[in-house]
């Protein structure tokens, strides 16, 4: 499956983005879908899972209450509402996916996941 991000850019501190990330390709039965960061110099880091089979969700601690992600299985596409940014939220965000993957308070690894997309910027300014 391929899969493309869109709607990252430049935002002022306290705005909101959402991102998107469609699937081309055979999603059915498809596990979870996951968006990851990385910012320059840092490792990448997992902050929202949504598992196909009943909705269960994932946040890390650093984006929980201001970002939400959301499906919409008729466009086979995936959405990262963003919400009061912060100029640390800066990074490279990264859609990903995995058949046989199940969202859990266990946390995210990018292990988990074989199929990604190729990145989309998002730039908080102050």
């Known amino acids: 499956v391929q899969l493309v991000e869109s709607g990252g850019g430049l935002v002022q501190s306290g705005g909101s983005l959402r991102l998107s990330c469609t699937a081309y390709g055979s999603t059915a039965g498809y596990g979870a879908s996951a968006w990851f960061r990385q910012a320059p110099g840092q490792e990448r880091e997992g902050v929202a899972c949504?598992?196909?089979?009943?909705?269960?969700?994932y946040y890390s601690d650093s984006v929980k209450g201001r970002f939400t992600i959301s499906t919409d299985n008729a466009k086979n596409t995936v959405y990262l509402q963003m919400g009061a940014l912060k100029p640390e939220d800066t990074a490279a965000y990264y859609c990903?996916?995995?058949?046989?993957?199940?969202?859990?308070?266990?946390?995210?690894?990018?292990?988990?996941?074989?199929?990604w997309g190729q990145g989309t910027q998002v730039t908080v300014s102050s």
């Open positions: 949504i598992s196909s089979s009943d909705g269960s969700t």
């Open positions: 990903a996916a995995d058949p046989d993957h199940y969202c859990s308070e266990n946390g995210l690894s990018s292990g988990d996941f074989g199929s």
